[in-house]
């Protein structure tokens, strides 16, 4: 559990809070960085008398350093760490009851897609994919018995930007209804979506939280305490949490976040230019780019564009042949590490997603640019596409 509320980090900068907000020195070594405890269970003092630690799924002080980092960074009042993302995301959709509606962006993240139709739906939540950059349409078409809108902003992967006050507004209009915003992609560094009205906050921690490629986690920030109980409640009952080594893991990338999110922002403003005067890209997708569709919704809402491109190439041959064709840039799944990688999404991350109205255009190529030099990564990328 982390409630961060009258946390003295609050009047600290961002950086500044990613190195030290529930960081402090442990108080028996004076050990600077938090230590792995690497235990199972907590010695107590007299029955139901303890340290405010009995069993390491319950909580575990690694873990509880991670939450309260993580909350701060989102300005949040809770902060609730998973094993994954998409253990996070299943702890929030465990919110909702048979009978219930979910709204969901229409390029959602394949694994989201997946969740929400293949294992909710056959709990009995229903769900519809929408076009959220039109706020005013969803109004318009609320459908019946909707408790959750779930945005991602940027998309993954098709860099689509949602107007999250805009959307906000909309949910606002049903207080049975919570808004929840998977900000994998921008990171609490670029985007805080409970500033601009959100009720809920995910994150794959896996990505640029971690940021090194190591490590798989998940974490949910909310200032609603009802969510923060329902969400430790299942965190301690399901136990999908993450271990000590996990946590030490991702809050080592904590530390950097900032810094490093910097460095993606500018070589993926470089690789863009690369992209846009090449022949055989047909599209860039990055709200960056002054003619994207959300431009003015991320200069408003994002303090950068972020380090996630992805460009058409006109056909999927040619999209399989550039995935292919690097050598700087690692064909894998994932994203967000200091190392850069290409995929083909629609054969790989949003495969699930095949034949569904979220289904992703099968020339699409989605760069996950890193921390490398700039020059090194357009020499690389230039070559594959060069071969075309």
């Known amino acids: 559990m982390a409630e961060v509320g009258n946390d003295r980090s609050r009047g600290w900068g961002f950086d500044t809070r990613a190195i030290h907000a529930g960081q402090d020195p442990e108080p028996t070594t004076g050990a600077v960085t938090v230590p792995v405890f690497q235990t199972s269970t907590f010695a107590q003092e007299a029955v139901g008398k303890h340290s405010g630690y009995e069993y390491a799924r319950t909580g575990n002080p690694t873990r509880t350093a991670l939450q309260t980092a993580l909350a701060a960074l989102e300005d949040a009042a809770f902060g609730v760490s998973f094993a994954s993302g998409l253990a996070a995301e299943d702890a929030i959709l465990r919110l909702l009851e048979p009978g219930d509606h979910i709204v969901m962006g229409n390029d959602a993240y394949g694994g989201t897609f997946r969740l929400i139709s293949k294992v909710f739906g056959r709990a009995g939540i229903t769900w519809s994919a929408h076009d959220l950059t039109d706020p005013a349409s969803l109004g318009r078409d609320w459908p019946n018995n909707t408790k959750m809108v779930w945005a991602e902003t940027p998309t993954n992967p098709l860099l689509t930007v949602i107007d999250i006050a805009a959307?906000?507004?909309?949910?606002?209009?049903?207080?049975?209804?919570?808004?929840?915003?998977?900000?994998?992609?921008?990171?609490?560094?670029?985007?805080?979506?409970?500033?601009?009205?959100?009720?809920?906050?995910?994150?794959?921690?896996?990505?640029?939280?971690?940021?090194?490629?190591?490590?798989?986690?998940?974490?949910?920030?909310?200032?609603?305490?009802?969510?923060?109980?329902?969400?430790?409640?299942?965190?301690?009952?399901?136990?999908?949490?993450?271990?000590?080594?996990?946590?030490?893991?991702?809050?080592?990338?904590?530390?950097?976040?900032?810094?490093?999110?910097?460095?993606?922002?500018?070589?993926?403003?470089?690789?863009?230019?690369?992209?846009?005067?090449?022949?055989?890209?047909?599209?860039?997708?990055?709200?960056?780019?002054?003619?994207?569709?959300?431009?003015?919704?991320?200069?408003?809402?994002?303090?950068?564009?972020?380090?996630?491109?992805?460009?058409?190439?006109?056909?999927?041959?040619?999209?399989?042949?550039?995935?292919?064709?690097?050598?700087?840039?690692?064909?894998?799944?994932?994203?967000?590490?200091?190392?850069?990688?290409?995929?083909?999404?629609?054969?790989?991350?949003?495969?699930?997603?095949?034949?569904?109205?979220?289904?992703?255009?099968?020339?699409?190529?989605?760069?996950?640019?890193?921390?490398?030099?700039?020059?090194?990564?357009?020499?690389?990328?230039?070559?594959?596409?060069?071969?075309?």
Request: hydrophobic share 40%.
């Open 167 to 388: 959307v906000a507004s909309v949910v606002a209009q049903h207080p049975e209804a919570r808004l929840v915003v998977d900000n994998t992609f921008a990171t609490p560094y670029l985007q805080q979506p409970l500033a601009h009205g959100a009720d809920i906050v995910v994150h794959s921690t896996t990505k640029y939280i971690g940021g090194h490629s190591d490590v798989v986690g998940g974490f949910v920030a909310t200032n609603e305490s009802d969510v923060h109980d329902h969400l430790t409640f299942i965190q301690n009952a399901v136990g999908a949490v993450p271990g000590p080594w996990d946590c030490y893991l991702t809050l080592r990338g904590v530390k950097t976040l900032g810094v490093r999110m910097d460095r993606h922002c500018t070589n993926a403003a470089k690789l863009v230019e690369l992209l846009s005067s090449h022949p055989k890209v047909t599209s860039v997708l990055w709200p960056g780019v002054a003619t994207h569709p959300g431009h003015g919704a991320a200069r408003k809402q994002m303090r950068d564009f972020g380090g996630m491109v992805s460009f058409q190439t006109g056909t999927r041959d040619a999209a399989m042949r550039v995935s292919e064709g690097t050598e700087l840039f690692t064909l894998a799944e994932s994203l967000g590490a200091v190392e850069s990688l290409i995929e083909h999404p629609g054969a790989m991350t949003h495969l699930s997603a095949a034949g569904s109205p979220l289904e992703v255009p099968d020339d699409l190529v989605r760069l996950s640019v890193g921390i490398e030099d700039s020059a090194d990564l357009m020499a690389d990328l230039k070559q594959a596409l060069d071969q075309l």
